[in-house]
């Protein structure tokens, strides 16, 4: 049944481009895309370790500068009269390294936070995410600062035998964000399902009793915030390759909380959760923009964000889950889960 | 009973909370595949000791071993892979997940696996799956909880849920098993099923340590018997010995015990 879903989902997805011809819908479904694979790596932190990182475009952001600067080359001063050049190398380079920096930074940042964890790794990420964006502010030498990282060269795909596929169109960067956020996907899957996944879900519903049967927090924890940066990392080199100009604005604590916004409407700790969530807040300024200001949208993402969370508490694909195997099974039995919630708060 | 090599050691341990002093001066042994009980009233210290032995709680003073492995300064997980596994008073399974699940996730240090070979989905690590499940399936018939295998663990009673946080803990394959009041939020006839499953654990070799209020529960159990009080051992022997002890009926059993 999941299995039918899924493939339903991942064909409709894919014949988009060919009843589709509206370039400036595309164009929103692939951005909206990227920001379904930064809210998938999200949902790795937040949903399935229950670590919340308030600062994760931080690693998204990397990954555009990353993977621009690789693919621009750059010159640049270090203290001690050293210069450091890069010459241009091919975006697909960037892109690898996008995805390294990115889980690298995650690395450092779990590193220090998550000895203590909870409300720390917020702060920390916000922190990180902030210093970031001062850092692409003002290392104008690198990253040109305000005026922005222009002429990113798109990704081109080597090809043996052919050459080159520079992906210059809209149809083959929906392909292209397709493809990789079925990818990231695949490998979210995998990992929750894993050995190493039920290690983090049994952090998350008790800590001390993982801790006493040998599981190693720290290092759990950490794990996977890399995986969830480098995937943030690669979103972020996607974008930055799609736009083809980047600034600090990227960093902006507003693209954070928006992928936090499509995580939980969608259902943090399920799979689809962030695609479905990804999804609705990223093609609602498409349909709201013929109606209203900029400004109000975000008012009307407020109320959209209440209206969903008051009607399914959960999140949109644990709660539809829930309601169809209740319907399927006759029972209007509360759900296992719902009892062990109760089981849970009630004092032993 | 002389002829055991000792397991643990509990070597001048003390626990200071600022001012208060929750275990002053204790030392005692566990022998390899004995049953020892650890019992006082409450408040007596019975817990901070399992959270000293189990590097929950660094001591003030003393020291801990396990088969020769000094404890001081190790994590709790580091301490679980000695094969030094423990339960839980209160929170004793993943709610959440099914009975089985848990199991899963108790079975971690048998199932490490390279992350890379989880994620490609290689054979080794299908085989690793395989053994785990099979596994889980082995230890809920052994605690006999079989019916509830794909039940949410926060939906079973209390008594059912102590026996998941057991086999929890089983699953992570003790040397010595430290069982924080296993049978509290049991009937007679749990318990008394209970008592038949810590001797089926003690004869596959598990040490056991256990702390419990349930007096005939304990007396019926155990080969030895710790007593605690205000943080200090008064007595130590076999059940007939702390039956009859004098300070032990004065401070704990009440009058009357001793013909229990």
Redesign the interface.
């Known amino acids: 049944m999941k299995a039918i879903i899924t493939i339903l989902a991942v064909a409709a997805l894919a014949s988009v481009p060919l009843w589709l011809r509206d370039p400036y819908l595309l164009n929103a479904l692939i951005t909206t895309g990227i920001f379904v694979i930064g809210a998938m790596s999200l949902n790795l932190l937040l949903g399935f370790t229950g670590q919340l990182s308030l600062g994760h475009i931080a690693f998204f952001g990397i990954g555009a500068y990353v993977s621009a600067l690789t693919s621009l080359g750059f010159d640049v001063g270090l203290p001690g009269d050293v210069r450091l050049v890069h010459a241009p190398w091919p975006p697909i380079a960037g892109f690898v390294l996008a995805i390294i920096v990115a889980g690298l930074c995650g690395y450092f940042v779990g590193l220090l936070s998550f000895r203590v964890r909870g409300a720390y790794f917020v702060i920390v990420t916000i922190s990180f995410a902030e210093v970031v964006r001062l850092v692409a502010l003002n290392w104008v030498e690198l990253t040109q600062g305000p005026l922005a990282l222009t002429n990113i060269p798109s990704i081109a795909l080597p090809l043996p035998g052919v050459g080159e596929l520079t992906l210059r169109t809209k149809l083959q960067n929906y392909y292209l964000v397709l493809v990789v956020a079925l990818i990231a996907y695949l490998?979210i899957a995998?990992?929750v399902h894993?050995?190493?996944g039920?290690?983090m879900?049994?952090l998350m519903?008790?800590e001390?009793?993982?801790?006493?049967?040998?599981?190693?927090?720290t290092r759990t924890l950490t794990?996977a915030a890399v995986i969830s940066a480098a995937i943030a990392g690669a979103a972020g080199s996607l974008y930055a390759h799609y736009i083809r100009i980047i600034d600090p604005e990227v960093f902006a604590f507003i693209n954070t909380v928006t992928m936090v916004i499509m995580v939980i409407t969608g259902g943090k700790g399920s799979l689809a959760g962030p695609v479905v969530g990804g999804l609705i807040f990223g093609l609602l300024p498409v349909a709201l923009r013929p109606v209203m200001a900029p400004e109000a949208q975000w008012i009307a993402y407020g109320g959209v964000l209440i209206a969903i969370l008051f009607v399914l508490p959960r999140g949109i694909v644990p709660s539809l889950a829930q309601r169809f195997r209740r319907r399927r099974t006759g029972r209007t039995a509360p759900s296992?889960?719902a009892?062990?919630?109760t089981?849970?708060k009630e004092p032993? | 009973m002389t002829a055991r090599s000792i397991a643990m050691t509990i070597d001048q341990v003390a626990v200071r909370f600022g001012g208060l002093v929750a275990i002053s001066d204790m030392s005692f042994t566990v022998g390899e595949g004995e049953i020892v009980s650890l019992i006082g009233p409450n408040g007596a210290g019975k817990t901070t000791a399992f959270n000293v032995m189990t590097g929950f709680l660094t001591p003030s003073a003393g020291r801990v071993t396990y088969r020769n492995t000094a404890l001081a300064g190790l994590k709790p997980h580091q301490i679980a892979d000695l094969g030094l596994i423990r339960t839980f008073q209160r929170t004793s399974v993943f709610p959440n997940d099914t009975v089985h699940d848990n199991l899963l996730i108790g079975l971690h240090r048998q199932g490490r696996v390279r992350l890379i070979d989880a994620i490609l989905g290689l054979p080794g690590a299908r085989a690793s799956e395989r053994r785990l499940r099979q596994r889980a399936g082995e230890l809920l018939e052994w605690v006999g909880l079989e019916r509830r295998a794909h039940d949410a663990a926060g939906s079973l009673s209390y008594g059912e849920q102590r026996l998941v946080g057991v086999a929890l803990a089983l699953a992570a394959e003790p040397s010595m098993l430290l069982l924080d009041e296993p049978v509290s939020g049991m009937n007679a006839s749990e318990t008394h099923r209970f008592v038949e499953l810590i001797r089926s654990i003690r004869d596959r070799g598990i040490t056991i340590l256990l702390v419990e209020h349930d007096m005939p529960m304990v007396m019926t159990v155990s080969d030895r018997i710790v007593v605690l009080n205000y943080g200090r051992i008064i007595a130590e022997g076999t059940p007939d010995v702390i039956r009859n002890d004098p300070a032990v009926i004065e401070a704990y059993l009440g009058h009357g015990a001793g013909h229990a």
Request: aromatic fraction near 4%; hydrophobic fraction near 50%; avoid cysteine.
């Open positions: 490998l995998r990992l894993s050995h190493f039920r290690s879900r049994g519903e008790n001390t009793l993982a801790v006493s049967v040998g599981i190693d927090v794990i296992p889960v009892l062990a919630e089981a849970a032993a």
